[in-house]
């Protein structure tokens, strides 16, 4: 039986999000002393293991939802910039059109190329926004100048922050909370 909200948020030791893990790749870290320390409301699960033969007590694991691991980071975090998947671009883009700026449903919606994919324009952050297809199809292998249709706001690279909230998980209320709460003052998600 699949139960939402499984998954821990790790972070490097100064805050930064490194990666959805397990509960179980979390337990490991906490039962192995690599846990720095830990947020959240309250625990995402307790685990209970066997009973100590010399004091009597069964040993308890509490995972958090959000786990600090001790450490250098493994990531150079200037160096990184969050994958990129259609999902995420059109949450990016508030699901909404570059060009006519109707909101629309995601399978209305497709990835459209700012300068021409048949003229050099790869598929980056920076040059692919959200369009409706009779836009899209409107605008064709023309940049938005030729084509007359400026856009209506300009695509940027999420922050790390924005990139873990823009995979669409289902996230608990506290680790949502905790990572709007370090949102770019600028960012589409505040």
Request: with cysteine; aromatic share 6%; glycine share 8%.
């Given at each position: ?62 995972v ?41 449903q995601?399978r ?17 952050w ?63 998600l505040?």
């Amino acid at each position: 039986m699949h139960r939402p909200h499984q998954h821990v948020l790790q972070l490097d030791i100064q805050g930064t999000p490194q990666a959805w893990i397990s509960l179980e790749q979390a337990v490991v870290h906490i039962a192995t002393g690599s846990v720095a320390w830990t947020d959240g409301d309250g625990p995402l699960a307790t685990l209970r293991g066997g009973t100590n033969v010399a004091s009597g007590r069964q040993s308890l694991i509490k995972v958090h939802p959000i786990i600090a691991l001790r450490g250098a980071s493994k990531l150079n975090l200037f160096d990184v910039v969050p994958g990129f998947t259609k999902a995420k671009l059109l949450r990016r883009d508030r699901m909404t059109c570059a060009y006519c700026g109707q909101r629309f449903q995601e399978r209305e919606l497709q990835c459209e190329h700012i300068q021409p994919e048949s003229r050099g324009g790869g598929w980056t952050w920076m040059n692919l926004v959200a369009a409706c297809g009779p836009c899209n199809n409107r605008k064709a292998a023309r940049t938005p100048e030729e084509a007359g249709m400026p856009l209506l706001y300009l695509p940027y690279v999420p922050s790390r922050f924005e990139s873990f909230l823009l995979e669409g998980r289902h996230i608990r209320a506290d680790v949502h909370e905790w990572l709007a709460a370090r949102l770019p003052k600028g960012s589409r998600l505040n």
